[in-house]
């Protein structure tokens, strides 16, 4: 009887076992097949494998699953702390001028938009010569350039003044009508040049034109040029500017110290010829 349940036992195992191996046992969860799994660490560390380099730049392990791609000894490459190359330099721009264009183009392909142009010098007003301090009997005594002054008529002591400071011309514009001989005499004792030019209204063309040439001769200077009231030297000194391009606002203010004025009516004679001779040029 034992005998007979041991073979029905093993007998039902083997059925089973060969049931599991068929195909219509798969739909059971204990005949279905398991994926590989790798078996479990043993520790909580993972370790990377043991064929496998830890270190940069080490050579792999015989055997080992990864290729070599230089050689073993091949050093790592070393960085540099600074650039190889120099940067270029830096272009500085002078600023642009006051009032003023850039004195660079815009951008580089620039045809000329925004470089430093000519402009024309615009006429700034001058300042009115400087009178130095006064000399012994030389009125209204004014120095200019060039070795020139002006003033008026000297006393006694105004021609030994002049002489004494290295003038070598005086010159005398008078009116018409007037006696220069006494005038002559003294410049003559003292040793200086003498020049007399009738300055009028009616002959300022040629009252000028004979005074440009006479204060442009180099002979003649240092000269101080003299009238009686101041008036027709003003005259003639701006106009004399106003040859020089100078606008009539700066003409003005340079002369005015020199005696010009339209307040008398000698002084109003002379500005209507200034302004019929200006029409005229």
């Given at each position: 009887?034992?005998?007979?349940?041991?073979?029905?036992?093993?007998?039902?195992?083997?059925?089973?076992?060969?049931?599991?191996?068929?195909?219509?046992?798969?739909?059971?969860?204990?005949?279905?097949?398991?994926?590989?799994?790798p078996?479990?660490?043993?520790?909580?560390?993972?370790?990377?494998?043991?064929?496998?380099?830890?270190?940069?730049?080490?050579?792999?392990?015989?055997?080992?699953?990864?290729?070599?791609?230089g050689?073993?000894?091949?050093?790592?490459?070393?960085l540099?702390?600074?650039?190889?190359?120099?940067?270029?330099?830096?272009?500085?721009?002078?600023?642009?001028?006051?009032g003023?264009?850039?004195?660079?183009?815009?951008?580089?392909?620039?045809?000329?938009?925004?470089?430093?142009?000519?402009?024309?010098k615009?006429?700034?007003?001058?300042?009115?010569?400087?009178?130095?301090?006064?000399?012994?009997?030389?009125?209204?005594?004014?120095?200019?350039?060039?070795?020139?002054?002006?003033?008026?008529?000297?006393?006694?002591?105004?021609?030994?003044?002049?002489?004494?400071?290295?003038?070598?011309?005086?010159i005398?514009?008078?009116s018409?009508?007037?006696?220069?001989?006494?005038?002559?005499?003294?410049?003559?004792?003292?040793?200086?040049?003498?020049?007399?030019?009738?300055?009028?209204?009616?002959?300022?063309?040629?009252?000028?034109?004979?005074?440009?040439s006479?204060?442009?001769?180099?002979?003649?200077?240092?000269?101080?040029v003299?009238d009686?009231?101041?008036?027709r030297?003003?005259?003639?000194?701006y106009?004399?500017?106003?040859?020089l391009?100078?606008?009539?606002?700066?003409?003005?203010?340079?002369?005015?110290?020199?005696g010009?004025?339209?307040?008398?009516?000698?002084?109003?004679?002379?500005e209507?010829?200034?302004?019929?001779?200006?029409?005229?040029?």
């Amino acid at each position: 009887m034992i005998r007979s349940l041991f073979l029905f036992t093993a007998m039902t195992g083997l059925l089973a076992a060969g049931c599991c191996e068929h195909k219509c046992c798969l739909n059971k969860p204990d005949c279905r097949p398991k994926p590989y799994q790798p078996s479990a660490p043993n520790g909580p560390i993972l370790l990377p494998p043991a064929n496998l380099p830890t270190t940069p730049g080490a050579p792999a392990a015989p055997g080992s699953l990864v290729p070599s791609v230089g050689p073993a000894n091949y050093p790592p490459p070393v960085l540099p702390s600074t650039p190889s190359f120099k940067p270029a330099p830096e272009v500085l721009f002078p600023d642009p001028l006051p009032g003023g264009t850039s004195s660079r183009g815009i951008a580089p392909m620039d045809r000329g938009l925004g470089i430093l142009q000519n402009p024309a010098k615009a006429q700034t007003t001058p300042e009115p010569p400087v009178v130095p301090a006064a000399m012994t009997g030389l009125p209204g005594f004014t120095k200019l350039p060039n070795g020139l002054a002006s003033g008026r008529k000297p006393d006694l002591d105004g021609f030994a003044t002049l002489k004494h400071a290295g003038y070598r011309t005086v010159i005398y514009l008078y009116s018409a009508g007037t006696d220069v001989s006494a005038t002559r005499d003294l410049a003559g004792k003292r040793g200086l040049a003498f020049v007399s030019i009738e300055t009028t209204p009616e002959n300022l063309t040629a009252s000028l034109e004979a005074f440009n040439s006479t204060i442009a001769d180099k002979t003649v200077r240092p000269a101080y040029v003299f009238d009686d009231d101041g008036v027709r030297a003003g005259v003639l000194w701006y106009l004399h500017f106003r040859s020089l391009n100078l606008n009539d606002d700066a003409a003005r203010v340079m002369a005015k110290p020199l005696g010009l004025t339209d307040r008398s009516a000698e002084g109003q004679a002379f500005e209507l010829a200034i302004q019929k001779y200006l029409a005229s040029r």
